[in-house]
């Protein structure tokens, strides 16, 4: 077994065992920290299924939205259970996705263009969901109906350990899905089309079938993503599932953990949220604002400096002490 | 039904604020055109002036034209610290990266505003006559804001067409290389043109605070239409941002008299999408 | 006048041109040719700034310009005609000619070098309030030269001038550099079109696969094997 291995193998019983550690009166607070650390970091790790090719979405937040207010309205005034729900939910996102994607894709716009495009998106969504306040509770947000007891159909329990270990292993599906697209035929010609768009669609690359593609799976895990945080939560709001602001968190995290690898959403995902805590706890009510600030200039800062986000950086560090063959 | 006055009404209401909407979208556009990158905080930094003008005028008193001035000011000072601090750092950079450094921005202006000035609206009370046009009653601001917004977009065509600056600010937006062998220094043309974006988004702050209270959040209420403009427009087109301006305006006030007003947003989405699929280079542009 | 010495310049991992060495005098025309590829262009770049070099020493009038961003490599005097040409679309001639006098320098002596530039190109004269993207090849081209006349250069770099156009547009354009020569701008010409060149020309260098592979008299450059099998025939 190689030193990689071991230590995933190590770090895998670590999480296992985590919620039975007794660190005392920390303990809900930590999981509940990891519980959102694991279900954000599959989130991001959806969307660099699309950022990885260049396909920047600032809008992830339509996703997300979409996703977990589709499920909880149908749970609520329907009382359809969630796993039938987010299938529901599922596939108006995949709908959305492909609304989005395919005239994208097929006049070229990308880049700058894209974002702007899927920010709009993202932000309508956001309104709509006010619009509609009548059912959906408008920026107030809405309640998921309690089942009154622990259960599986409605996915509510009392203890937050069990919700642990269902993040765990959605988190771990995500990375499945993510060494999947790495290691299959979508990701040479999504490399292809993100280098030369052209070059690509003349060797026979459907441009745009692998575009809407990955766009429609991305946006699909993010809504499973959004369905398993609201039903954490137990309650939906506008502002923090749909709209730039969580749109813009989600890219913040996996640009700064590192958007290529498998690991990177999840680092940057843990220090984003293990700074935002912080700077609340550090906070507290008083300077009401001052904890967001220091966020958003820390996270231009970050960006500035530190382009290759964290993982991309040791990368470079680490790969230049190993001697390279000289170039050409 | 709706009476035919009250959708007369909002067809003017409409009208009125297309002109604004369109110094937003045109000042956004400029600088993509331009420089390649899209300012996200860009409606955040009309926030901040639309503070200052609150300010100078509803707190130290000062009479609005006075507010109007150092808003504009303020905005090409914001527009060029932007530039410097923020963008030319990233100017190679990855799209992601670019378009994280403005969304950054964005987080940072909203959250310190909100620290600074708290979550409470804010407005300027002008004295002004009402106006009465066929039954219609007529706010005299948002006469007054159309009026200057067309004032201003008319000085920001003589500028972009007859100075040399503004002639040169043109070729950089058709060919970045050349205009360098013109032996212009790109970074001078960006910092004019972003002072001149910003200047736009002063403007369009003195216009907008006579008409809307300002809050930490009112980029969450106007960017998105922004956008939306930018884009079904056709990115970096000024000619089709002030086109689309007045055909998303219209949408908006109509049909938030018929519905309401978030309806009007998504209905103004609906033929965003419906446009992307037809013409997803913008309104103006040619076909494929 | 311009030197290069032992200049090494590429794209990323790419290396275009290797150990460069070439000079142009003042008052001389010379000529780069070479198949595609050759790194002709690059070496334009590298010379008008675009590009900094790898490795290499370039210098213009004693003062050195490697490296130097393109906006001051200009104001030393040194005006690159892009290759395609790279006029602006969108403004009219004459703004494209009023760009080309963006300098300070160049701006004090605009009437001058319009008066000059409209002599040489009349149509230019004539089309002034003309889009420039609606002109011909020909007539674009001549409009890319003439904005390098604005700013008042003395050395001119044409990258492939006769790239596009129609033959006989070729000889009309090859007889007004030999005009814009006669003036007393000193010419690096890079051109694919070797017979053409040749005639219009003192001196040439052959660049091949970025290096130099051959220099001298366009003379007897001109009675040399690969002259005759011509990489670019009329």
Same mark, same amino acid.
């Given at each position: 077994m190689t030193g990689a291995r071991a230590l995933g193998l190590l770090g895998l019983v670590a999480l296992a065992v985590a919620p039975y550690v007794?660190?005392?009166?920390m303990r809900e607070y930590t999981i509940h920290v990891l519980v959102q650390i694991f279900i954000w970091s599959f989130i991001g790790g959806a969307w660099s299924l699309m950022g990885r090719f260049g396909?920047?979405?600032?809008?992830?937040g339509a996703f997300l939205g979409l996703g977990a207010y589709t499920s909880t309205l149908l749970w609520n @005034? @329907?009382?359809?259970t969630p796993w039938l729900g987010a299938v529901a939910a599922m596939a108006l996102t995949a709908g959305l996705a492909v609304i989005v994607a395919y005239p994208c894709s097929r006049f070229q716009v990308v880049g700058h263009y894209f974002g702007l495009v899927t920010l709009a998106v993202g932000e309508v969504v956001r309104l709509l969901i006010i619009a509609e306040?009548?059912?959906?509770?408008?920026?107030l947000g809405l309640t998921v109906?309690?089942?009154g007891h622990d259960s599986l159909l409605a996915v509510?329990?009392?203890?937050?350990r069990v919700f642990y270990y269902l993040a765990l292993g959605l988190w771990l599906a995500g990375l499945y899905v993510w060494v999947r697209v790495d290691r299959s035929m979508a990701r040479s010609a999504m490399e292809a089309i993100g280098e030369d768009e052209t070059a690509a669609a003349s060797v026979g690359i459907h441009v745009t079938r692998f575009k809407v593609g990955i766009t429609v799976l991305s946006a699909v895990l993010t809504a499973a993503g959004g369905i398993a945080y609201a039903q954490y939560i137990s309650y939906v709001n506008p502002d923090t599932l749909a709209g730039i602001g969580v749109s813009l968190r989600i890219v913040f995290a996996v640009v700064l953990g590192?958007?290529?690898?498998?690991?990177g959403p999840t680092v940057g995902t843990a220090l984003t949220i293990a700074l935002a805590e912080y700077l609340r706890v550090l906070f507290g009510l008083k300077f009401i604002g001052m904890a967001e600030t220091i966020y958003g200039l820390l996270l231009v800062l970050f960006i500035i400096f530190l382009p290759a986000g964290i993982y991309g950086t040791v990368r470079q560090l680490v790969g230049r002490r190993r001697p390279t063959a000289v170039a050409a | 039904m709706i009476e035919p006055v009250f959708l007369a009404e909002a067809a003017v209401n409409g009208l009125l604020l297309g002109g604004v909407l369109a110094l937003l979208a045109l000042g956004l556009n400029l600088i993509f055109g331009v420089?390649?990158?899209?300012?996200?905080?860009y409606v955040d930094l009309v926030m901040i002036c639309m503070y200052a003008v609150y300010f100078v005028v509803?707190?130290?008193?000062?009479?609005i034209w006075v507010g109007g001035l150092a808003s504009v000011a303020l905005g090409a000072l914001l527009g060029v610290l932007v530039h410097l601090l923020i963008i030319t750092p990233i100017l190679t950079s990855a799209p992601v990266n670019q378009l994280l450094a403005t969304g950054g921005l964005l987080f940072f202006l909203q959250s310190f505003a909100t620290f600074l000035w708290t979550t409470d609206h804010r407005s300027v009370r002008l004295a002004l006559p009402r106006l009465e046009l066929f039954d219609m009653p007529i706010s005299v601001a948002r006469l007054i804001a159309f009026a200057l917004s067309i004032l201003a977009m008319l000085g920001l065509y003589l500028f972009l067409s007859r100075t040399y600056i503004g002639t040169a600010i043109r070729a950089v937006s058709q060919d970045r290389e050349a205009m360098a062998l013109m032996g212009a220094n790109p970074q001078r043309v960006y910092l004019v043109t972003s002072a001149v974006g910003g200047a736009m988004a002063g403007v369009a702050a003195a216009l907008l605070i006579i008409q809307y209270a300002v809050h930490p959040f009112f980029g969450a209420a106007f960017g998105p239409i922004t956008f939306m403009i930018c884009v079904l427009g056709g990115l970096g087109n000024m000619v089709g941002a002030f086109v689309a301006s007045f055909i998303m305006s219209e949408v908006i006030a109509v049909s938030g008299v018929i519905w309401s007003t978030e309806m009007g947003y998504v209905i103004a989405f609906v033929v965003f999408i419906v446009m992307i699929f037809v013409r997803p280079g913008g309104i103006l542009a040619k076909r494929g | 006048m311009l030197e290069l010495r032992n200049v090494t310049a590429g794209y990323g991992h790419f290396?275009?041109?290797?150990d460069v060495s070439m000079r142009v005098d003042a008052g001389e025309a010379v000529a780069v040719v070479g198949p595609n590829g050759a790194g002709k262009t690059t070496l334009m770049r590298v010379i008008s700034g675009l590009i900094a070099p790898r490795a290499g020493e370039l210098s213009f009038e004693g003062h050195a310009i490697g490296g130097r961003p393109a906006y001051e490599v200009v104001a030393r005097g040194i005006a690159h005609v892009p290759e395609g040409r790279?006029?602006?679309?969108?403004? &009219?001639v004459a703004d494209n000619l009023k760009m080309g006098a963006f300098l300070p320098a160049a701006r004090r002596k605009f009437g001058e070098s319009l008066a000059r530039v409209h002599t040489l190109f009349p149509v230019l004269r004539e089309r002034e309030?003309?889009?420039?993207? &609606?002109?011909s090849g020909g007539e674009q081209q001549m409009l890319a030269v003439g904005r390098a006349l604005m700013s008042g250069p003395k050395l001119i770099l044409l990258d492939e001038? &006769?790239?596009?156009?129609a033959p006989v547009m070729v000889l009309r354009l090859f007889d007004l550099i030999r005009r814009v020569r006669q003036e007393g701008y000193t010419i690096l010409v890079v051109e694919q079109n070797v017979r053409q060149v040749l005639k219009l020309v003192d001196r040439a260098y052959l660049l091949e696969v970025g290096r130099i592979k051959m220099e001298g008299r366009a003379e007897a450059l001109s009675n040399q094997d690969f002259v005759r099998k011509a990489y670019v025939g009329l």
């Open positions: 007794p660190i005392g009166v396909l920047t979405s600032l809008g992830h @005034f @329907f009382g359809l306040r009548d059912w959906t509770g408008g920026s109906k309690a089942a509510q329990f009392a203890d937050k590192g958007m290529y690898s498998l690991l | 420089i390649d990158i899209v300012w996200i905080a509803q707190v130290y008193g000062w009479p | 290396t275009a041109l290797w790279r006029i602006f679309p969108g403004l &009219s309030k003309q889009r420039a993207g &609606s002109l001038p &006769s790239m596009g156009l």
